[in-house]
């Protein structure tokens, strides 16, 4: 049946809905690529048909490729663009350097280092001369400092105005919060609630 | 030196500044640093804590931050000895220490500059003073420039001179000699007993208090922090009965908004309360009989370990008319009508059996409907946290979670602690029922000796410092002094605790420690003084024998 594979591309995606993002699908989408060329050959064969000899019968199967020729743009558009909202989120999630992990299965590296350049020129151009990250602090803060444990040896980490701290594990440590946001999410530091 | 105004000389200083702190593994101390770091949460101090165990990590943390940290806290670790000697800092490190160990270093007392002392000048430290100990080294430059100089003179005068010279000199020995004399034997005097002072969780709560900045969670650490003094046999009976009065001010005027009808806080507000409350170990978490089996205070009195004692057990239980089935239920399943008089009819009833103070003046929390906590019983709970034998858990993981335990939030973490404390208690009466029905105890001499060998069950619960303290003082109820011996299978080393006699007036002064070094010494024992306790030590297990004997000649 036609636009099976289509759907098969959708169903991958639905299938991780908690914003990972799974490889790239090549094959698949060559292969719905493939089934539109071949459509849109048989279309153009009927079409010239109809039109020379003005077989009428021939439309109905026309209109037919037709709406599936659409349907397989439709799912492939999707497809494609809800994996560049994933990697839209990582680039919030993970900051502007991902870890390996992640990056293995991303093929769109050119569209991502475009994405952060663009991000951080607007950043550049808010507040004043000196820029305002907005990846930080995405919910608003309740205290300027919180407290944290370390959970494994980080080793030693410097804050803003320079001075060293080192991280041992079971140390707990009293830090401005957005040093830590980083550390935090990577599962160095643990955010003690007290 | 000792700081006069603790929010000028210590607060304000720290105040913009980064600090470590550095606590040692007790709950008193837990409890001074969850009350500092309510404080510094509270005017943003950043800080960094680490937890300390011994002498050894005292030394690795502060190399580790002496770089980036001009300001350390040293939260009931390093008063009783020479701190700048042992750590060597420089000359820009300052130190505050809150320690209630006693004696403090004369070291300490008299540095001006980069010791301060976080303690109260109490009546009970008669530090010698500083005359006493302390000779200015000028009187030695003045006696080789007069020589010099005499030297210098023509030969007919110096003649002359020479014999004065002489006589003086001699003289100058001989003062000096006695002079040093007299420093050993007061330097003797004043570092032979080991004691406890206020506990450094009021001391902090006071701080709070001047600062305005106390509230009722830092309160009730503090009464655990002095609650921990008394279970584990620090302080005396007077000196606790006086902190508790202090404590009780503060409580009361904490308690003062809860006084009318109309306004009257949530459930779900916590409620400190004075209680003149059993004796009993946990008896409200617990079945009110094993409270009973399982209470130091009671076991020895009735001697459980002897069937004798077992019947005055029945009997009592029986003459107070609770019936059996009642009282080994868990407590909260006992009927109201028997746990309405609970207090007074065990009180009537074990002063009939002997058992005076049965009674002890101490607070208990509640907040909501179900949690509520005796002091002790939090104390058992954390100690019982912090020194789990868990294998996998180092000890600084159980340093954290027992940190976590004392916050109202970590309700869990404190019930599977006083679950744990439960265990501790019965492996303890077990232990100390064995002991004494197969004569495991002997006597050597000036003191009575226990060894618990490999194989006793439980023995890996009694190899952490805190549970072998109680064990022993449970032990020494009916006994005097008293040393005791574990073994610590993985490094091949005993552990071994001396507790002092034990008598109603004991001013808990304990001259073990400064006995164990000299022991050591004199047959050069391989031991480790680790603890920041200096009755407890490590000692190899080969030693052990010429250990004993040097310790037996050295007492009698």
Avoid at chain 1, 6 to 19: F, T
Avoid at chain 1, 67 to 76: D, S, T
Wanted: aromatic letters at 10%.
């Amino acid at each position: 049946m036609f636009c099976e594979k289509a759907i098969e591309l959708i169903r991958e995606l639905h299938r991780m809905s908690d914003g990972q993002l799974p490889a790239f699908n090549e094959d698949g989408l060559r292969q719905v690529l493939q089934e539109m060329e071949a459509l849109y050959e048989q279309n153009q064969s009927d079409v010239n048909e109809a039109k020379s000899e003005g077989r009428a019968k021939l439309i109905p199967s026309i209109k037919l490729r037709h709406c599936c020729l659409l349907r397989n743009q439709r799912c492939v558009t999707a497809y494609l663009y809800d994996r560049l909202l994933r990697i839209r989120a990582l680039r919030w999630e993970y900051g502007s350097v991902l870890p390996a992990n992640v990056r293995f299965h991303m093929c769109a590296e050119e569209w991502f280092s475009q994405y952060k350049k663009s991000l951080a020129s607007f950043m550049r151009s808010l507040g004043g001369n000196e820029g305002l990250d907005i990846t930080q602090d995405m919910k608003p803060p309740k205290s300027l400092y919180i407290e944290v444990r370390c959970l494994k040896d980080h080793g030693e980490f410097e804050i803003d105005d320079g001075t060293v701290i080192l991280l041992k594990k079971n140390s707990q440590h009293f830090l401005p919060r957005w040093k830590c946001e980083q550390l935090i999410r990577q599962g160095v530091l643990e955010h003690v609630v007290s | 030196m000792f700081i006069a105004d603790i929010r000028k000389d210590f607060y304000e200083v720290v105040a913009n500044q980064r600090v470590v702190l550095l606590v040692a593994p007790d709950i008193d101390a837990l409890c001074a640093c969850k009350i500092l770091q309510a404080l510094f949460h509270c005017d943003q101090i950043q800080y960094t804590l680490v937890p300390v165990t011994g002498w050894q990590e005292l030394g690795t943390a502060f190399l580790e931050h002496k770089e980036q940290f001009r300001y350390f806290v040293l939260i009931n670790c390093g008063a009783n000895v020479d701190l700048l000697e042992m750590l060597q800092p420089d000359d820009d490190s300052i130190f505050f220490i809150c320690d209630t160990h006693r004696p403090v270093d004369v070291v300490n007392v008299y540095n001006d500059t980069q010791i301060k002392l976080l303690i109260k000048q109490d009546d009970d430290l008669s530090v010698p003073s500083y005359d006493d100990i302390f000779r200015d080294e000028d009187e030695e430059g003045e006696d080789s420039g007069n020589e010099s100089d005499e030297g210098s003179e023509p030969s007919g005068k110096r003649r002359r001179f020479d014999e004065g010279a002489v006589e003086r000199r001699i003289e100058r020995q001989r003062a000096k000699r006695e002079w040093e004399a007299r420093r050993r034997e007061i330097l003797f005097d004043y570092e032979q007993y080991e004691y406890h002072g206020t506990s450094a969780a009021m001391m902090f709560f006071e701080l709070a208090w001047v600062l305005t900045k106390d509230t009722k969670d830092m309160l009730w650490w503090a009464i655990i922090g002095l609650t921990d003094q008394w279970v584990h046999d620090k302080i005396t009976n007077m000196k606790y009965v006086t902190d508790i009065a202090t404590m009780q001010r503060h409580v009361s005027r904490h308690n003062h908004r809860n006084e009318d009808e109309e306004n009257s806080l949530s459930i779900d507000c916590m409620r400190i309360s004075f209680e003149y409350d059993l004796r009993l170990t946990l008896y409200q978490h617990w079945s009110l009989y094993e409270s009973i089996y399982n209470s130091c205070y009671t076991s020895c009195s009735f001697k459980l370990w002897t069937l004798n004692g077992q019947k005055k057990l029945q009997e009592f239980l029986a003459d107070m008319g609770l019936p059996l089935k009642q009282v080994r239920q868990k407590f909260n399943s006992m009927d109201m009508s028997i746990k309405e008089n609970l207090r007074d009819v065990i009180e009537e009833s074990s002063n009939k059996y002997g058992m005076k103070d049965i009674r002890i003046q101490t607070f208990g929390v509640h907040f909501g409907f179900k949690n509520r906590f005796l002091a002790s019983d939090m104390v058992h709970a954390t100690a019982a946290l912090l020194e789990s034998a868990e294998k996998d858990d180092s000890e600084t993981d159980n340093f954290i979670k027992a940190l976590d335990a004392l916050s109202r939030s970590n309700i869990d973490r404190l019930h599977s602690g006083i679950a744990l404390a439960k265990k501790k208690l019965i492996a303890i009466q077990q232990t100390v029922a064995s002991c004494i029905c197969t004569n495991l105890i002997l006597s050597q001499g000036p003191f009575l000796y226990c060894y618990l060998m490999e194989g006793t069950p439980d023995v890996k619960l009694f190899s952490k410092p805190m549970a072998l303290t109680l064990l022993c003082k449970y032990l020494l109820k009916s006994l005097c002094s008293f040393t005791h011996g574990v073994l610590d299978v993985e490094k091949g080393t005993v552990i071994v605790v001396g507790i002092p006699p034990e008598s109603e007036t004991s001013d808990k002064k304990n001259f073990f420690g400064r006995a164990f070094e000299k022991a050591a010494e004199s047959t050069s024992s391989r031991t480790l003084h680790d603890h920041f306790d200096t009755s407890i030590i490590e000692l190899k297990t080969e030693d052990r024998s010429k250990f004993l004997d040097a310790l037996i000649t050295l007492l009698s």
